[in-house]
């Protein structure tokens, strides 16, 4: 007995565990919504590339795009031409997109468009490669430019730590335009490009290189925009990035690195007049129908293996089907811990079935004239003394003629309510009535109805939870929980203490 109990503890503990690990892995690694009703945002950037042809020879367009290995998921990234040829090539950690043609003359536009979630950017390569230079150089400076140099590097090192707080300290100082060095090396130039190049030339003093990153900023309400200078150094073990303006560290979560290094966002041969232009937007989009997109982008292919892999037609009958062991366990509950007596377990979960047709209030209406009426034809067809088989015969034929009554009686009186009637399982229904009858042979007429009136709250109760959206979601999407369902089940199948209901039963012995 010991090693059964043990055994169905370690069986309730391991289906439990391996449904909530199903579900976790879903939730917290494929990041699966959890509402149904749960949005995105959805970001669009379109780049506008414009220039005139020469028609002096072969055309040739050369821009940076997103190295899409940052926290964003792209779902679609298209380029758009008119009888232009199109390659992507990698370098140096960016992406760069090349349009070229034979011949080409007069106006020209080119078109890039992105398309990403930060969702499920799913990506396992980090936004920069874990690597990068420490050392470079000191820039060659002489006379008042070197004073003034050295005047500022000088307090900077006094005031910090590492190269996180250098660098911080760097941005401070060349941020006071009203000392006197820093007007000397901004020479009238307070650009951010400038200042980025001053901020450079002081940093190669203490022998700390940095790299120049041109970012996008996620923002509605911002609808154009031009790249964004930062800078980044390697600290021997991440890039750190600064805002070479305000000396924000840190990338914030809005902004997209577009590329990185000293080289320009557009190259251009075979034309001239040359201008680039960015636009974004965003919308919301469902975060399940995302997923989905976004899973046919990724290697996982989760949702191809999911629910959500069968035909939509094979949905909806799975969504139903789902839930019955959810109105299983309620049903347990009800008879095994609160102490309800129901007509079996299946059979309150059967009438919730077919309540989602007739709806709450008519389906108890039409369930409960039915089975009176049943009850009825049964209490006289015993007076017949016929035997058990012949009688069901009787009584199943008897519910399909009043269903058929019911429904053609509510069709003429317009209440298309009773039409559902139809849906009602008759054989369900027949076996009610024959047992509601043996009951009341056996037991009496008090406890035939107190079955029958447990049985019908059973199933509304039933009803109510199994055509909760939320839930029907819930399940049907992470059908892990049917796991930690049938372990509840299994700790529910050793309950042998007192049901609710007889605790009030024997209140009164208790206080003797």
Do not use: C
């Not at 232009?84 to 090539?89: A, E």
């Not at 560290?249 to 902004?255: E, F, I, K, N, T």
């Not at 995302?290 to 069968?310: M, P, V």
């Amino acid at each position: 007995m010991r090693s059964l109990n043990l055994h169905l503890k370690v069986l309730t503990g391991l289906l439990a565990s391996l449904g909530l690990g199903i579900t976790l892995y879903q939730i917290l690694v494929l990041g699966i919504p959890l509402r149904e009703d749960e949005t995105d945002d959805l970001w669009n950037i379109d780049t506008r590339i414009e220039f005139v042809a020469t028609g002096k020879g072969p055309v040739k367009v050369q821009m940076y795009v997103p190295p899409l290995n940052q926290n964003f998921a792209s779902l679609n990234e298209s380029f758009i031409s008119n009888s232009y040829g199109v390659s992507v090539s990698r370098n140096e950690g960016n992406r760069r997109v090349t349009w070229s043609a034979r011949r080409a003359r007069g106006q020209q536009t080119l078109y890039y468009r992105l398309t990403m979630t930060r969702r499920y950017h799913g990506s396992s390569e980090p936004l920069s490669p874990a690597s990068g230079p420490v050392f470079r150089e000191a820039v060659p400076l002489r006379g008042v430019e070197k004073a003034a140099a050295e005047a500022l590097v000088q307090p900077a090192r006094q005031h910090s730590a590492d190269v996180e707080t250098l660098i911080s300290e760097v941005i401070r100082l060349t941020s006071n335009t009203a000392d006197e060095n820093v007007r000397l090396l901004l020479n009238g130039d307070t650009s951010t490009s400038n200042r980025v190049n001053i901020i450079e030339t002081l940093l190669s003093l203490a022998h700390v290189p940095i790299e120049r990153v041109f970012t996008l900023r996620l923002a509605s309400g911002q609808p154009q925009q031009v790249p964004e200078l930062w800078i980044r150094s390697f600290n021997g073990r991440n890039w750190l990035y600064f805002n070479p303006l305000s000396g924000e560290q840190g990338l914030p979560a809005d902004r997209l690195v577009w590329w990185h290094g000293d080289h320009p966002l557009l190259g251009i041969e075979g034309g001239k007049e040359a201008s680039v232009r960015f636009t974004l937007n965003n919308s919301e989009i469902n975060a399940i129908r995302l997923a989905q997109l976004t899973d046919q982008n990724s290697n996982a292919r989760f949702f191809e293996y999911s629910l959500y892999g069968l035909p939509l037609e094979t949905q909806q009958t799975y969504q139903i089907m789902i839930m019955i062991p959810v109105g299983v366990l309620l049903i347990l509950i009800l008879r095994n811990v609160i102490g309800i007596q129901t007509l079996g377990t299946f059979t309150p979960v059967l009438i919730a079935m077919a309540f989602r047709e007739t709806r709450l209030l008519s389906g108890i209406l039409l369930f409960s004239l039915i089975t009176a009426m049943g009850l009825s034809l049964r209490s006289y067809l015993e007076h017949l003394k016929l035997q058990m088989l012949p009688r069901l015969s009787v009584v199943l034929t008897f519910v399909v003629i009043l269903i058929a009554a019911i429904s053609l009686l509510s069709h003429k009186l317009g209440l298309e309510s009773g039409l559902s009637v139809s849906l009602f399982p008759m054989v369900i229904l027949t076996m009610t009535i024959e047992r509601l009858s043996v009951t009341w042979e056996e037991r009496g007429g008090s406890q035939a109805f107190r079955i029958a009136l447990g049985t019908l709250f059973s199933g509304s109760l039933a009803y109510l939870l199994m055509n909760i959206p939320p839930l029907v979601y819930f399940i049907f999407t992470f059908p892990g929980t049917l796991l930690v369902m049938v372990s509840l089940m299994l700790a529910l199948g050793r309950y042998r203490g007192y049901r609710l209901t007889e605790l009030l039963r024997f209140k009164a012995l208790v206080k003797e």
